[in-house]
């Protein structure tokens, strides 16, 4: 299945990056994105963040659109 992110998205982000955009500790990230509260992808063993949805997730309070 082809990706929706397109050839030309921005790179997806790991949590430390992601922990500084909303500061708070990576190990909150980490916990958000495990509870579903935050939208993220795993890829093997790792988790990435989408930088779109990450803004989505701020400009909605973090409310919907966590998945």
Not at 6 to 16: F, H, T
Not at 59 to 65: L, P, W, Y
Request: aromatic fraction near 4%.
């Amino acid at each position: 299945m082809p990706s929706s992110r397109g050839i030309d998205a921005e790179p997806l982000l790991k949590a430390p990056a992601v922990a500084r955009m909303l500061a708070v500790s990576t190990r909150t990230v980490y916990v958000m994105s495990e509870r579903g509260d935050l939208p993220s992808v795993k890829i093997g063993r790792a988790v990435r963040f989408d930088p779109a949805a990450i803004r989505r997730f701020v400009a909605t309070g973090g409310n919907g659109g966590a998945r």
